[in-house]
């Protein structure tokens, strides 16, 4: 019969005992067994489901590792003859080729890549392939992609990621409903969000660093919401 010795969303230590015994799942490889024993390999928030014997653990440190399919917010930091070269906050560069971006062919001796997007230019890819063997390639040309051209970007630890969306949405349901702002969280770490009112932006910045400083805390959905009633207050009002 397995034994739990941590509940769901505690947070636990590398070499922390987790549970022991037979039958149980385990998740993810961050969880080592020795005989019938599971430890944490890392720092983060256990998931815990002792009715269907699995065992879990979400990461609160970590680089952010490419999949296919994932949309990211990069940030163009060189271009090439026929590519761009994006930084997605992982390991890895991000290749956008410019089929993946233009509409029409490109004839880099005739036009220059710089026309379209130039260093420092935020966008909003997805990627397309990668294997860790090669840099993960990415498109734009999919509906909802392609550059920043207004709002703010901000950066947090991806494995916080999980936090600033909550379970079943429901951080990213406060963070819409008390600030009235819009918001594209991308898996790579970085959070897009733009505001009809200018004065909601200082107020969004610092409760997301606040989800990403308590991530491993219980209640912080409520408190994030406080948070924001208690600085749309200090405006005056509801901060309209």
């Not at 970007?153 to 916080?160: D, G």
């Not at 429901?170 to 505001?195: H, P, Q, Y």
């Amino acid at each position: 019969m397995p034994v739990f010795h941590v509940s769901n969303r505690q947070l636990v230590l590398p070499g922390q005992l987790l549970a022991e015994g037979e039958g149980i799942i385990v998740t993810t490889p961050l969880i080592y067994r020795s005989d019938d024993k599971f430890y944490s390999v890392i720092t983060g928030l256990v998931q815990v489901d002792e009715k269907e014997k699995r065992l879990g653990i979400v990461p609160l440190e970590g680089a952010y590792m490419p999949k296919p399919g994932d949309t990211v917010i990069g940030v163009i930091d060189d271009v090439g003859l026929t590519y761009w070269s994006v930084n997605i906050n992982a390991p890895y560069e991000g290749i956008l080729y410019a089929s993946e971006a233009l509409p029409k062919p490109f004839n880099p001796v005739q036009d220059d890549l710089r026309r379209y997007y130039d260093v420092g230019d935020y966008l909003v890819a997805k990627v397309v392939a990668f294997d860790r063997t090669k840099n993960p390639v990415l498109t734009i040309r999919d509906k909802g992609l392609g550059k920043i051209t207004e709002g703010v970007v901000v950066e947090i630890k991806p494995p916080r990621i999980p936090r600033v969306i909550g379970k079943k949405g429901s951080m990213l349901d406060v963070l819409t409903s008390e600030t009235g702002c819009v918001f594209l969280v991308a898996v790579n770490g970085r959070i897009w969000f733009s505001c009809s009112d200018p004065r909601m932006s200082d107020i969004v910045i610092r409760a997301l660093r606040l989800i990403e400083e308590e991530a491993h805390t219980t209640g912080l959905t409520d408190r994030v919401k406080a948070f924001i009633k208690d600085e749309k207050k200090r405006l005056g009002g509801d901060g309209g």
